[in-house]
C-alpha cells in the first residue's frame, strides 16, 4: 500500500488538485489501483453543482491519470512531470458525489520511450463510472 505522503512524493500534484488519497494495489509495468475519497469539502462541489454536488468528469479522468502517474514511476520510469497527451473514448456511467469512495483501476497498455499508453475505470462499489484510454508523458523538462 502508498499513502499519500509516498504519493506526493512521487507526482507533483497537492491540494486542492491531488485526487488520489492511497493506492492499494501495484504491479510495476502493468497495473495499479487507487482510491479518492470524495467529500463535500472538495472545492469543486461549491459551483457543480450547488444543491446537486456531482465531481466533474474530467476529474474522474484526472483522478485515473494521477494514478498512473504513479504506476509509471514506479515502474522505473525517470523525470518529475507527467503531462496528458490524449483522452480517449471517454464515457461517464454514473454520478460521483460526495461521500462515495472512487476505485480508480488502471493498466499499461504500452510503453515507449517515456510515453505511456493506459486503460482506466473507475467505480463506486460495484457500479463502473467512467472508463477511458489516455496516454500521458513523464519527462525532466519544466513547464
Same mark, same amino acid.
Given at each position: 500500500m502508498?499513502?499519500?505522503k509516498e504519493i506526493q512524493s512521487l507526482i507533483p500534484h497537492r491540494y486542492p488538485f491531488l485526487l488520489v488519497d492511497r493506492i492499494t494495489e501495484l504491479v510495476p509495468g502493468e497495473k495499479i489501483v487507487g482510491i479518492k475519497n470524495v467529500t463535500i469539502n472538495e472545492?469543486?462541489?461549491e459551483g457543480h453543482f450547488p444543491g446537486n454536488p456531482?465531481?466533474?468528469g474530467v476529474l474522474i479522468v484526472e483522478a485515473m491519470a494521477q494514478? &498512473?502517474?504513479v504506476l509509471g514511476f514506479k515502474s522505473g520510469q525517470a523525470g518529475n512531470t507527467v503531462l496528458f497527451l490524449s483522452i480517449d473514448k471517454a464515457k461517464f456511467r454514473k454520478?460521483?458525489?460526495p461521500g462515495d469512495q472512487l476505485i480508480m483501476e488502471v493498466t499499461l497498455l504500452q510503453q515507449r520511450?517515456?510515453?505511456y499508453k493506459f486503460s482506466g475505470k473507475a467505480t463506486v462499489?460495484?457500479?463502473?463510472?467512467?472508463e477511458?484510454?489516455? &496516454?500521458?508523458?513523464?519527462t525532466d523538462r519544466e513547464i
Open positions: 502508498i499513502d499519500v472545492p469543486f462541489f456531482i465531481m466533474p494514478v &498512473s502517474g454520478p460521483v458525489v520511450r517515456g510515453i462499489g460495484d457500479d463502473l463510472v467512467c477511458s484510454d489516455f &496516454s500521458a508523458m513523464i
